[in-house]
């Protein structure tokens, strides 16, 4: 393996970037584990491509568009019935900003 | 019994479905403590639709081309009011209020749902070893892995607890566990088949798709769950034509390439020689059979886990407690987020996430994921050139038979490394199936991989039916 690519500190920081959050032995382990595959795709780094169109989706397709007329809606009666707090026809949620609950 | 004769004896009025449901059933009761296929068993359901079938037919209608075949499907697959779970934590309690369009086709054939099947968390994985439910075990050697993502499926029919499983594929997740566990499973063209339904994992790359014992039922479940779906916007606008029309056309003055790039380093010799036995067969029966070359297939697996990974960072954003499953209370919505996912998620997908956060993080966004997407289009470019001078490709669709459960679950880099055959498809988007084609050395099955360009099926079902018959 070459150079470190990937620190325990930057790992800390891109877990808290996807809201998770890791014990010290997951930091160490995922780290490691990080490291090892940022080497194993390192190899790409090589390939003169930069002239190359980057591919979002692979075949030569368009959206499909329905047609614009209302149709069938999911029952929010349903869909609230297996949120895991709802109140008033909403999903509830802890406070955003520190405001009180 | 196939699932073309049970669909013929059900409804010919031979056979009752519900006759056809209660022995699979009993199967699954008997079996499925040691395999571990299924993570939720709908008996009564199922017995309530085999009825139903039962029923018209003796109406005088016909239920359609799956009459009374029983189906596994993968648990990412929403069926409404029937938890779909992912084998994750985090989606504990839910249940989904629709049905991916794929349930919907199979009900409108007749095909009757017998349950959802184990996964690796996300469909993460290549060995269903990384699921919140436990492992699933392969049935051809219980101490073997059944291969992944969709281990649980392609064990249900190499069990016989269904005749058909459907699996989702982003980077081999059905062809690997078939061939591992020696049945045939098809990874359509990226578009083919609805996506609606499917929890998405990297949207740009998942794929459904059907696991069966014959070539002939895996052409037959792809016609009824094909075709365009205006709730799917990556769906193919155009109707294609029935892959089971043509399955019997043999492949006389096909161009059959086999790969260099999947042949050589890193396959163990005993898949290496089945591959080549397979290439033989297929000469045998007419195909001009030669070497071909994709130079860039073998930075498939380098984009690959770049670009899944992103978009499952980008994907798995949504579960943060707020909508569906588990939440675990913090002090602010922030807290509740991370405390939620934190518990929820296991370490395979973590670490996904963590890989596709970094890779589209400032500063490295155009060094990692830009980069894998411009890979991406060299792959696509290669294969271009390939399909100018092949009509398919064969190649391994593992690198190896099943490996031993535990064997590579400490070592990330080593269980990517299973899908090294299976992923430059997924990248372009191309059709690429797996058919059993003998054993390894172990006495373990080795699957056979047929690539064709975007929406070759019907002449990859062709080669696929004369490796079968071949064998």
């Known amino acids: ?101 | 019994m196939t699932a073309v004769e049970i669909a013929a004896a059900v409804r010919s009025g031979q056979q009752s479905a519900r006759t056809v449901v209660d022995e699979y059933l009993g199967a699954v009761a008997e079996g499925d403590a040691d395999i571990r296929a299924f993570n939720l068993v709908t008996e009564g359901q199922a017995r309530a639709r085999a009825d139903a079938i039962d029923s018209a037919v003796a109406a005088g209608r016909d239920p359609g081309p799956l009459a009374g075949v029983p189906v596994a499907l993968k648990d990412n697959m929403c069926t409404r009011g029937v938890p779909t779970t992912c084998s994750s934590r985090i989606l504990e309690g839910w249940a989904p209020p629709y049905d991916a369009t794929v349930v919907e086709r199979l009900h409108a054939a007749g095909a009757v749902i017998v349950g959802k099947t184990n996964m690796d968390e996300f469909a993460m994985g290549s060995s269903t070893e990384n699921s919140a439910f436990g492992p699933t075990r392969n049935p051809c050697d219980t101490s073997r892995v059944p291969g992944g993502s969709s281990g649980g499926s392609a064990a249900a029919v190499a069990a016989g607890f269904a005749p058909v499983a459907l699996g989702s594929d982003t980077g081999g997740s059905i062809r690997q566990p078939a061939a591992l566990c020696g049945v045939v499973g098809v990874k359509p063209t990226y578009g083919l088949v609805s996506r609606y339904g499917l929890v998405a994992f990297a949207s740009s790359l998942d794929q459904i798709g059907p696991f069966t014992t014959t070539v002939a039922d895996s052409a037959t479940v792809l016609d009824v769950i094909s075709g365009p779906d205006h709730r799917d916007s990556t769906s193919i606008g155009e109707s294609q034509p029935s892959v089971s029309a043509t399955l019997d056309n043999g492949v006389d003055g096909l161009r059959v390439g086999v790969l260099a790039e999947l042949s050589g380093d890193g396959i163990a010799p005993d898949v290496a020689a089945r591959v080549q036995a397979a290439a033989s067969a297929l000469e045998s029966a007419g195909a001009r059979v030669a070497k071909a070359s994709a130079p860039s297939a073998v930075y498939g697996l380098s984009a690959y886990y770049l670009i899944a990974p992103a978009e499952a960072s980008s994907n798995l954003a949504r579960y943060d407690g707020v909508r569906y499953g588990l939440r675990v209370d913090g002090d602010s919505t922030p807290d509740m987020n991370t405390a939620t996912r934190s518990a929820g998620f296991g370490d395979e997908v973590k670490r996904r996430i963590m890989i596709g956060t970094y890779a589209l993080s400032a500063g490295y966004y155009d060094a990692y994921y830009g980069k894998a997407q411009k890979v991406r289009t060299l792959i696509i470019n290669d294969f271009a050139s390939v399909w100018e001078e092949f009509d398919l490709l064969v190649s391994p669709t593992s690198p190896t038979t099943a490996f031993s459960l535990g064997e590579r679950t400490a070592d990330p880099m080593a269980m990517y490394m299973s899908d090294v055959c299976t992923v430059p498809v997924n990248l372009t988007g191309q059709a690429a199936m797996s058919v059993p084609f003998g054993v390894g050395d172990d006495g373990l099955p080795v699957g056979v991989q047929i690539l064709a360009p975007a929406l070759g099926e019907p002449v990859m079902f062709r080669a696929a039916a004369v490796l079968e018959a071949s064998r």
């Open chain 1, 1 to 101: 393996m070459g150079q470190q690519r990937i620190t325990r500190a930057e790992c800390a920081h891109v877990a808290a970037l996807a809201r998770l959050e890791l014990t010290d032995e997951e930091l160490d382990r995922f780290t490691g584990q990080l490291d090892e595959l940022l080497d194993h795709v390192a190899e790409v780094e090589a390939l003169e491509i930069d002239d190359l169109v980057p591919t979002m989706h692979a075949l030569p397709i368009t959206n499909l568009l329905r047609p614009d007329v209302p149709g069938d809606v999911l029952d929010r009666d349903e869909v609230l019935a297996h949120a895991p707090f709802a109140e008033d026809g909403q999903f509830r949620v802890p406070p955003v900003l520190g405001e009180a609950p």
